[in-house]
């Protein structure tokens, strides 16, 4: 009888050593999964100092709560180190439930796209802006040509 309870003592260390070993790999495939899901993330994309383009809603945000938002619809953007200049048509009240700041000037309607330029350092918002107003504002803050061509190409 002696040899019995020891054969069961194996038993049941070579079965928790069993458990253990699936307990191990199950865990390890969750962190992979969770890890693969956070490095493979499509929905925002970090612009720097706090601002993300959010790709299912297509606007830009900051995490601050005293920074102004660039509110849907992105149609193009770029970015740098210093700046982030954006293109977008905004969308009317009635199709989107983002609450609008009373301070945008949308001056041509919600028909006509608009551009914007975010200096990220300073968290410094300019827009809405027409065309022309968004291209001198650029030339003055030194905005690099390239991002500035990016929303013209990306419109036509």
Known sequence: MWHLENMD????????????????????F?????????LFDNTTKELG???????????????GL??????????????DDIFIVAKQRPRSYREFTYTYDENYSYSKG???????????KEKTVFGP?????FESL???????SKMVDVLKIKSE
């Open 9 to 28: 003592i194996k038993f049941n260390k070579i079965n928790l050593k069993k458990l253990l070993r699936v307990l191990n790999a199950i865990i390890f």
């Open 30 to 38: 969750c962190f992979l999964f969770l890890l693969m899901l956070f």
């Open 49 to 63: 100092n706090g601002y993300k383009y959010y790709k299912d809603l297509r606007a830009i945000m900051c995490d």
């Open 66 to 79: 005293e920074t102004i938002d660039i509110v849907p619809t992105i149609i193009a953007y770029s970015f």
């Open 110 to 120: 919600l028909e006509v796209e608009y551009y914007w330029l975010v200096i990220k």
């Open 129 to 133: 802006l027409l065309l022309e107003d």
């Open 138 to 144: 650029c030339k003055n803050n030194k905005v690099s």
